[in-house]
C-alpha cells in the first residue's frame, strides 16, 4: 500500500508521468493541458498573477510564466526541481516564475484576493479534505478571478475505452473498477469522485461554474475541467 509520504518524498516523480508514450491517457492529459493555458491566456492580460496550486513538474507553469508571474506550488522538492529546470530550459524571464515547496492540506500562505487565475488540476483526488483546498483557493482569488480545476471520474466506465488503466496484474481489475480507476495500491491516498459529488464540492466552496471541458468517452467521460469564478449565483 502506497502512503501518503509519497508526494512529499520524491517518490511520486516515478509514479507521474503523464506524458510518457505507455500512459494510456497520455492524450487526454496534453488536450487538459492546452486548454488551461489556452484558457488562461486568452483571459488574461500579460503580467497577470497566477496560482499553479500542486504543479508538479510545471507542465503549466513554465508555459504560462513566459508572458505571466506564476507562483507555482508543490509538496515535492523532486518536483519544483524539474520545474526549475523546464523553467531554464525554456528561458521563462527572471521572477516570472516563484517556486515554493508547500502541502496543499494546508492553508495557502497568500494573501485574500492575491491571483487573478488559480489552477488546481490532477490534485483534489490526493487530498483528504479537497473542500479545505477549495475553500482557500476562492479566499486568494481576485473577485475578477478565476479557478480551473478538475476531477477524475468516479463511474468506471470510462476504463472500457482505456483498458490499459486497469494494470498488468488481472486481480487487481476487479478493485480498479469499484474504484473508478483507482489501482489498490492507491487506494488509502486517492479518490475519484462521481460528477454529481463533485458539482457539488465546487457549490459547497461558493465556486460557480462558468465554462466545463470533458475529457474521455463522451458516454462516460475520465475527467471533468471546471472554469470557477469566485462566488454564487
Known amino acids: ?52 496550486l500542486g504543479g508538479g513538474p510545471g507542465r503549466m507553469a513554465v508555459a504560462l510564466a513566459r508572458d505571466h508571474t506564476v507562483t507555482m506550488c508543490d509538496v515535492g522538492a523532486d518536483m519544483l526541481a524539474i520545474a526549475e529546470r523546464a523553467a531554464r530550459e525554456s528561458q521563462v524571464p527572471p521572477g516570472n516564475l516563484v517556486l515554493r515547496q508547500l502541502n496543499a492540506e494546508e492553508p495557502l500562505p497568500f494573501a485574500t484576493a492575491s491571483f487573478d487565475r488559480a489552477i488546481c488540476v490532477d490534485v483534489l483526488v490526493h487530498l483528504s479534505d479537497p473542500l479545505a483546498t477549495l475553500r482557500e483557493l476562492g479566499r486568494v482569488l481576485r473577485p475578477s478571478g478565476q479557478l480551473l480545476v478538475d476531477m477524475t471520474n468516479r463511474s468506471p466506465w470510462w476504463l472500457l475505452r482505456y483498458p490499459r488503466s486497469f494494470g498488468r496484474r488481472p486481480g487487481d481489475w476487479l478493485t480498479t473498477w ?19 459529488e463533485y458539482r457539488e464540492l465546487l457549490d459547497r466552496a461558493d465556486l460557480r461554474v462558468v465554462r466545463e471541458w470533458r475529457y474521455g468517452p463522451r458516454w462516460c467521460p475520465t475527467w471533468f475541467l471546471s472554469q470557477c469564478a469566485p462566488g454564487r449565483d
Do not use: C, Q
Open 178 to 196: 469499484r474504484t473508478g480507476g483507482v489501482p489498490p495500491e492507491w487506494v488509502a491516498t486517492v479518490r475519484h469522485h462521481r460528477y454529481d
Open 1 to 52: 500500500m502506497i502512503g501518503r509520504d509519497v508526494y512529499g518524498s520524491g517518490e511520486y516523480v516515478e509514479h507521474f508521468r503523464p506524458d510518457d508514450a505507455r500512459n494510456p491517457l497520455r492524450d487526454l492529459y496534453a488536450a487538459k493541458r492546452r486548454d488551461i493555458v489556452a484558457s488562461i491566456r486568452s483571459g488574461l492580460a500579460p503580467g497577470g498573477a497566477v496560482l499553479d
